[in-house]
């Protein structure tokens, strides 16, 4: 949120944590986000069979923080030529 | 009395007294207050950075709640120096997993603007498929490094040779000459990755080469920022303040030779950066907690005029860190808590 917004590292937290549906201190309990990230398959530490990874896992971020992500917006132009 | 394990900035072990180390952080910042015409720390402040300097631990944190995030610059060469020599992805992936970066860098070892313009074809293919496979925003970084312009090594006259004959117009024109030129190949190379996908563009070492290298970022950060203005643009210092080599380029009317953090980062914010890095040198001759509350003055003061985000930068020889090839992690801990805590910074 700072990159794409330009926010201050509070009003990122608050955003964050607003829009995954957490509190801002969860955001940094490690075993906390893990369930997070493995429930809205945004990525995790030990990639599953199945789980979402690397650019999939963007589309999810992108969709979830509601931000373009460059290479998400690139994936779909390439796969939609 | 107690003893309090510290060291000096060149990373050598030391020990103060109480008495000792209270002055020391008192000198420091009444020192950074007097170089950059800022406000000294608080008696609460400096209490602070006492406290942190005299906790007994090897490693020390900042409170729950106050964790920041991380960006780095030129990761893919930094960890092929420690002899692991990895693939650049695999280099950004074990970042990403291993080391908890919050954001990566994609560099090239010949980390400077002007000759990656010649192999940026071969870079954009690394970062695509990087892209595709990590999960962090992902930088592409390098340095403006105006001294590559000068002879031998670039088409212009060398102003280090033109200033001691005293050629101050001549080298001034040089300097000029390459700061249009570093312009140009940092654009170039900065549309190909963001072509390319780049969540962002690190301008880094930005003043090293003095005023003209400042300069040349900005303008550079500027015309970025107008032909893409989503685009997220890191700006990191070299150095605590600009070197005045040509002495009389200003940027919106403001002269850069001179300028500190505080005011480096209103021009920055001017040019349209969104992360803005400054630096503050180690004086390998002081101690430690002389160098950290003479840093976090100058921060502190550089945070206060921030609308952007800022993250200092802290490394070997910079943010009160050791001048050390593998800083001590006492020192560091101590440099980012207090940085943390003390600054409302947004990330390190």
Not at chain 2, 112 to 121: G, L, R
Not at chain 2, 161 to 174: R, V, Y
Not at chain 2, 318 to 341: F, L, Y
Request: with cysteine.
């Amino acid at each position: 949120m700072q990159m794409t917004r330009g926010m201050k590292i509070k009003q990122a937290k608050k955003y964050v944590a607003d829009k995954l549906g957490i509190s801002i201190s969860d955001l940094t309990d490690p075993v906390i986000m893990t369930e997070v990230r493995d429930d809205l398959q945004i990525g995790v530490m030990t990639p599953l069979p199945g789980c979402a990874k690397g650019i999939e896992a963007k589309f999810k971020i992108a969709d979830l923080l509601d931000i373009d992500i460059a290479c998400v917006r690139r994936f779909r132009d390439m796969i939609a030529k | 009395m107690l003893k309090i394990r510290t060291r000096y900035g060149d990373g050598t072990p030391l020990e103060l007294s109480e008495r000792e180390l209270m002055a020391d952080l008192e000198n420091g910042t009444a020192d950074a207050a007097e170089c950059g015409n800022v406000p000294a720390l608080s008696k609460e402040e400096l209490q602070h950075l006492f406290d942190i300097f005299s906790a007994p631990y090897s490693f020390v944190s900042v409170e729950p709640g106050n964790e920041v995030v991380l960006s780095y610059d030129a990761g893919t060469l930094k960890i092929r120096r420690v002899g692991v020599n990895v693939d650049r992805i695999q280099a950004l992936q074990i970042y990403e997993k291993l080391l908890g970066a919050d954001s990566m860098e994609l560099c090239h070892i010949d980390y400077s603007f002007k000759p990656i313009k010649s192999i940026v074809t071969m870079e954009q293919p690394i970062l695509e498929q990087a892209l595709l496979t990590t999960h962090i925003p992902l930088f592409y970084g390098a340095m403006p490094n105006l001294g590559l312009y000068s002879q031998p090594d670039g088409p212009f006259p060398n102003p280090a040779e033109l200033l001691p004959l005293g050629k101050i117009d001549e080298a001034q024109a040089a300097y000029e000459a390459a700061a249009e030129e570093a312009v140009k190949d940092m654009l170039y190379t900065s549309e190909k990755m963001v072509t390319s996908g780049a969540d962002g563009i690190n301008l880094d070492t930005v003043g090293g080469a003095g005023d003209a290298d400042f300069f040349a970022a900005l303008i550079a950060a500027r015309k970025l920022k107008e032909r893409y203005p989503d685009i997220c643009i890191e700006l990191g210092m070299a150095g605590e303040f600009i070197l005045g080599m040509h002495s009389e380029l200003e940027f919106d009317g403001v002269r850069l030779a001179g300028l500190y953090p505080h005011d480096q980062v209103k021009l920055a914010q001017q040019a349209g950066v969104t992360i803005f890095g400054p630096v503050v040198n180690t004086n390998t001759s002081e101690s430690c907690p002389w160098n950290l509350a003479r840093a976090v003055t100058f921060v502190k003061a550089c945070c206060n005029e921030a609308r952007i985000p800022v993250h200092v930068n802290m490394g070997m020889g910079v943010g009160a860190v050791t001048v050390n090839d593998h800083p001590p992690i006492d020192m560091v801990s101590r440099a980012s808590k207090a940085m943390v805590e003390i600054c409302r910074l947004d990330g390190l």
